[in-house]
Every structure is written in structure tokens, then in C-alpha cells.
């Protein structure tokens, strides 16, 4: 069976360091990858999505970037946080190929003081 | 383009009561249509989809919704609402040939016991 993990679950950050947010997809192979933000407990905003290795679509111009390393990996960076930036991110895969079901992780936390 | 919308911020029902969650959506082909739940700091998880067939889909936990191409809605429904479905949903939908979904903003459910 497919497993989605992604770590940290909490990160409180002060104003202007780094973000590196991690998301793996175990149990598939070449899925379609997605990180989310959501703000006050409400709406998703998506922010990336890939279909493969090197290959991300932004959906919104952000204080962030995405990459994909690997098949199963998709991380979400920051150079320099903002205030703005808290939210609850939400990673996401879904098999490339037919109308599958998107299925989400658990989520991090992120608080920038 | 495609959109959803979910016009209920927060629905309110007893247990042992039927509830519906309404959902209307706006896509130029044929939809894709999903029903999650959110439950306090963590994913998104899969009820229900809609892809093509009989209009009533069953799902997890006792929910079902009905799809009604004439009216472009999707509402989720229970028979008998138990006080832990208490939670935030979510509708969401794909159009024929789009890679992402486009979510609703979510309905909280609340159900007093």
C-alpha cells in the first residue's frame, strides 16, 4: 500500500531564515506530487504541483520554491520566511496516469514569529 | 476553466439526524468530483468520488452524495449524523484534461450530541 510521510510536523521560524519542508511517497512509483497551504484552518491554496523528476509548475507567485529531487520526493524551500508564510502545508501525490484519487499527508505546522 | 463552490460556511445538526453538505460545481467537459474530511491539524482524507456511472456514490463512514449534472451539484449526505463527524469538508473537482483539482473553501459540521 501507499504511504505519504512529511516532517516536520511543527516548525516555528523566526521572520527572514530558511524553510525546507519534506514530503516522500512510499509504495508507487512516478506519481504526480502537490504542496498546499492552508491558511486559518480554511481553504487550500495549492502552491506546486510535478508530474515527474526536475519538472514543477508554480500556481501562485510566492516567497517559495519547490523541487523534486527524486521520483517520491517533493520538497518546499524558502530562502527568506515572511511573516505571511504560516500556515498548515499540505503535501499531496496522485498516480499519473487515469482519474485517480489525490491522497494528502499528514501536514506541517509552520509558525514564523 | 473549472470552480466549485461550497455555500455553507458551517452546517449544524443533531445526531441521529440526516445532514447534507452542498457542493455546486462549474467545468467545461465532463467532472471529476470529491468529497474529503479534515479533522483539527491534520490531512485531508478521501470520502467519495464521482467519475462516470450511477449517481449515488457511496462512500466512507456511511456518507454518500448525488451527483445532479442539471443542477452541477454534488452535496454529501448522511442518513444519521453521529457527533464525530463533526469535522471540515471539502469538494473538490477536476475537469477532463486538467492535472489539478480545485477545491471548495469547506463547510464545517458541527453535530451536538
Known amino acids: 500500500s501507499q504511504t505519504i510521510h512529511q516532517w516536520p510536523a511543527t516548525l516555528v521560524q523566526p521572520v527572514g531564515s530558511p524553510l525546507s519542508l519534506e514530503c516522500t511517497v512510499e509504495?508507487?512509483?512516478?506519481?504526480?506530487l502537490y504542496w498546499y497551504r492552508q491558511a486559518a484552518g480554511r481553504g487550500l491554496q495549492l502552491l506546486f504541483y510535478?508530474?515527474?523528476?526536475?519538472?514543477i509548475s508554480s500556481e501562485v507567485p510566492q516567497n517559495l520554491s519547490a523541487s523534486r529531487p527524486q521520483d517520491r520526493q517533493f520538497i518546499l524551500s524558502s530562502k527568506k520566511l515572511l511573516l505571511s508564510d504560516s500556515g498548515f502545508y499540505l503535501c499531496?501525490?496522485?498516480?499519473?496516469?487515469?482519474?485517480?484519487?489525490?491522497?494528502f499527508g499528514p501536514g506541517t505546522r509552520l509558525t514564523v514569529l | 476553466a473549472q470552480s466549485v463552490a461550497q455555500p455553507e460556511d458551517q452546517v449544524n445538526v443533531a445526531e441521529g439526524n440526516p445532514l447534507t453538505v452542498k457542493c455546486t460545481y462549474s467545468?467545461?467537459?465532463?467532472?471529476?468530483l470529491f468529497w474529503y474530511v479534515q479533522y483539527p491539524n491534520r490531512g485531508l482524507q478521501f470520502l467519495l468520488k464521482?467519475?462516470?456511472?450511477?449517481?449515488l456514490v457511496k462512500g466512507s463512514y456511511g456518507f454518500e452524495a448525488e451527483f445532479n449534472k442539471s443542477q452541477t451539484s454534488f452535496h454529501l449526505k448522511k442518513p444519521s449524523a453521529l457527533v464525530s463527524d463533526s469535522a471540515l469538508y471539502f469538494c473538490?473537482?477536476?475537469?477532463?484534461?486538467?492535472?489539478?483539482?480545485?477545491f471548495g473553501k469547506g463547510t464545517m459540521l458541527l453535530v451536538s450530541p
Open positions: 499531496a501525490w496522485r498516480r499519473l496516469a487515469g482519474v485517480d484519487t489525490q491522497y
Open positions: 509504495g508507487t512509483s512516478n506519481p504526480n
Open positions: 510535478s508530474v515527474g523528476i526536475g519538472q
Open positions: 467545468v467545461s467537459g465532463n467532472p471529476y
Open positions: 464521482y467519475i462516470t456511472g450511477d449517481n
Open positions: 473538490a473537482v477536476r475537469d477532463m484534461g486538467y492535472s489539478t483539482l480545485t
